[in-house]
């Protein structure tokens, strides 16, 4: 049984504590936050409930770590610092060099250090990456209503690292050259992007990211030579059309019709990505296996951070 705290309970700390509830090797010990009236949404009476970590910290085995982001490196240091095992929600830091500083820490002491990126454990995500076979381009969209609550980081970090961290592990290669536009509508750190990658292998990349949209979408298609893929991050569906040469007789008179295409549908296992996510995190502190992924989330948190530059700076 491993005995957790949850740093936060805001819009995801809060998903956090109710997926807490679900996995049976999980005693959740503490919650703390600043605001009284998240901690009241806690009403299991064996709960600590502080507004400081450090009043239980003592206490428990791991933390799960959902603040502001301009939080997370001095929070995080902290508990790794008293041997606490970490699951820090997305974006990792502010910059590379406080996440440098996190993953040595982490692997100094021997803790897991996980980084928030929920889409990896999203079903759709884990067959796409068994299909995907030499693709020439990647397109993304991810929109959605502005919030308030991530004012203080560019859309590049709030939204599009999802869509980096995937293309990156896709493609497997490194950046050759970039190009981005974006407008800031509601916040000075920019709420729309649009960025093309063309990767070294010949791979080119094509990212929306909006958080000013009337809708919310989350959408990835996948060129490549005998097939069209499109995956729905919300419905975590996958689609895959591919052409037909096959005529097809119909009707009395025997007229002939050409079938342009064929459509699958594929059979995607469907569970809830963040109840997926913390079971992994627990599961690499009882085993030490996968106990960090510091390779994967330094790609991606160094691109979001070059491309927000680019975009505050537009």
């Known amino acids: 049984m491993v005995k957790l705290g949850i740093i936060g309970l805001g819009h995801m700390g809060n998903f956090h504590y109710s997926v807490s509830q679900m996995l049976p090797n999980v005693k959740l010990i503490g919650v703390a936050d600043t605001v009284a009236k998240n901690l009241s949404q806690v009403k299991l009476p064996k709960i600590q409930k502080s507004n400081n970590y450090k009043d239980w910290i003592d206490k428990v085995d791991a933390v799960i770590i959902a603040v502001p982001t301009k939080l997370h490196y001095k929070i995080a240091k902290d508990c790794l610092i008293h041997g606490k095992h970490v699951l820090l929600e997305k974006p990792l830091t502010k910059n590379l060099k406080e996440a440098e500083e996190l993953f040595d820490i982490a692997k100094k002491n021997n803790l897991s250090l996980h980084v928030g990126h929920i889409e990896r454990f999203n079903g759709a995500v884990q067959e796409l990456k068994k299909i995907v076979n030499k693709p020439y381009l990647i397109e993304s969209q991810r929109i959605g209503p502005f919030s308030s609550r991530v004012q203080n980081d560019s859309v590049t970090l709030d939204l599009m ?20 536009i974006g407008s800031k509508i509601k916040t000075k750190t920019g709420d729309i992007a649009v960025v093309q990658l063309r990767f070294k292998n010949g791979v080119l990349a094509n990212i929306v990211s909006s958080r000013v949209a009337q809708i919310k979408k989350r959408m990835m298609s996948v060129h490549q030579k005998d097939s069209f893929i499109q995956l729905d991050f919300s419905t975590q569906d996958i689609y895959i059309h591919s052409q037909t040469t096959d005529s097809v007789k119909v009707g009395s008179k025997q007229m ?3 079938q342009e295409g064929n459509i699958q549908r594929l059979f995607v296992y469907k569970e809830n990505p963040l109840k997926i996510e913390v ?21 991606a948190l160094e691109l979001a951070l070059e491309l927000e530059n680019l975009l505050i700076n537009s």
């Open 161 to 180: 690292i999802h869509d980096l961290d995937i293309i990156l592990d896709l493609v497997n290669s490194p950046v050759e050259e970039m190009n981005m």
């Open 256 to 258: 002939k019709y050409k």
């Open 279 to 299: 079971d992994h995190f627990i599961k690499s502190i009882k085993t030490g296996k996968k106990a960090r992924n510091t390779k994967q989330d330094m790609k």
